[in-house]
């Protein structure tokens, strides 16, 4: 007797539990649920959601149909994950999809229902197709607040940047030009909502800058955006320049307020090691007679030849047909033997606008600013420049 009890004792639940065709609503449920709602978000904000289905019948086949989501950009946090847990002494099927929404414009959002297709069995062992649905959610999203002037509305749970350099900014090789890497990892973002690439200056400074690159990565917080801003910098005299600080703002989702976050300013400098010595200061000398006496008698002859050719002389025409006397030609190479690429390519423009372009004068500044912006060459050799934009500019002069 006590062994027929036990054995209805447990038949009963096997009954209870035996498939049909017949499907109890306690049987079936799928919710969907905002999460971590403790203020009414803003606009762009992410609003994490989280679908959860529970099952108490045997599941041959599924697929969840979302809503359009009209008025939200979405990303789905990883697949969905199916377990094991018990209910009420009960083992149960559990699914659950993480989804982050990023509602488009302030107002009441509905987030619409979510709709589970399944295939199920009945006593024969046959199949036929259920469907449950979830009820749907509406959502209260603010405006954002007011940005002081054309700021970049950014929010996120959390920011973390580094600034990296490919070699020690301020001990560069004579030359050479020096990488900066900026990294920004921001969790709760997509790639689009990261700001755009800012521009980096430098008063004195060559900055040459890369494609920027943005990834994006999913975890239980949420999308993580990884954006690389990259600029090339080289010094734009012979010693060193300052690159000024860059300023970013977001709005921290998970503290509820603005931050400012400022990169600080860093010199960009040359080795005192590896640049060339410095040439001292010429000595103030005075000329002796004949020197004077030469130049003098040379421009009596250059105006009695302009006289009886009757050509009008300028002076300052005349001292320049003399690359020794042109006070521009002795500033090009004034700053070529000091090494300033700036003052030697400065000197050169102003020689070649003065008198009028030609196509060796316009090759050689060509190749110049070939060697002067390549990310990797050599350093230009100055001096040889200098003395081949003398003879160039020379030889123009003479044939004019």
């Avoid at 209805?8 to 306690?26: E, F, K, T």
């Avoid at 969907?32 to 203020?39: D, R, S």
């Avoid at 697949?79 to 993480?98: F, H």
């Avoid at 709709?115 to 979830?134: A, N, Q, V």
């Amino acid at each position: 007797m006590r062994l027929i009890v036990l054995l209805l004792a447990l038949l009963v639940p096997a009954v209870a539990l035996a498939q049909s065709r017949d499907v109890d609503a306690s049987d079936l449920t799928l919710t969907v649920t905002v999460l971590e709602q403790e203020a009414t978000p803003y606009s762009r904000e992410m609003i994490p959601i989280l679908i959860r289905g529970v099952y108490r019948r045997h599941i041959t086949r599924e697929r969840l149909e979302q809503p359009s989501l009209e008025g939200f950009n979405w990303t789905q946090l990883g697949p969905d994950r199916w377990s094991e847990e018990r209910l009420n002494g009960q083992t149960v099927k559990v699914m659950e999809r993480r989804m982050a929404l990023y509602a488009e414009r302030p107002g009441q959002l509905t987030i619409g229902p979510f709709t589970h297709h399944l295939t199920l069995t009945d006593e024969g062992d046959d199949w036929f197709d259920h469907d449950i649905t979830s009820a749907p959610v509406t959502v209260t999203v603010a405006p954002p607040p007011d940005l002081a002037g054309d700021g970049w509305w950014f929010p996120a749970k959390r920011i973390e940047i580094s600034d990296q350099w490919s070699n020690a900014p301020d001990r560069l090789k004579a030359g050479e030009g020096v990488l900066r890497m900026i990294r920004i990892k921001a969790v709760g973002v997509t790639p689009e909502m990261v700001p755009p690439m800012p521009d980096l200056y430098s008063p004195s400074g060559m900055v040459f800058a890369h494609p920027e690159k943005r990834l994006i990565e999913l975890s239980p917080e949420g999308p993580v955006t990884y954006a690389f801003w990259r600029w090339t910098i080289r010094p734009g005299n012979a010693y060193s320049t300052i690159v000024e600080p860059l300023h970013l703002s977001y709005f921290d989702t998970d503290a509820r307020v603005l931050r400012d976050v400022t990169i600080s300013a860093q010199r960009v400098a040359y080795d005192d090691s590896a640049l060339p010595p410095v040439a001292p200061p010429a000595r103030a000398t005075t000329l002796p007679g004949w020197p004077v006496a030469l130049v003098a008698g040379l421009v009596f002859v250059l105006g009695l030849v302009g006289g009886l050719s009757r050509h009008r002389l300028e002076p300052r025409a005349i001292v320049r047909r003399f690359p020794i006397l042109d006070p521009d030609v002795r500033q090009l190479r004034r700053a070529a033997r000091a090494g300033q690429a700036s003052g030697v390519r400065r000197a050169a423009r102003v020689l070649a606008r003065r008198d009028g372009d030609a196509a060796d004068e316009n090759r050689l500044l060509a190749d110049l600013d070939r060697a002067l912006f390549a990310p990797n060459g050599p350093a230009p050799d100055l001096s040889a420049f200098a003395r081949s934009f003398a003879r160039s500019h020379a030889r123009l002069k003479t044939k004019r």
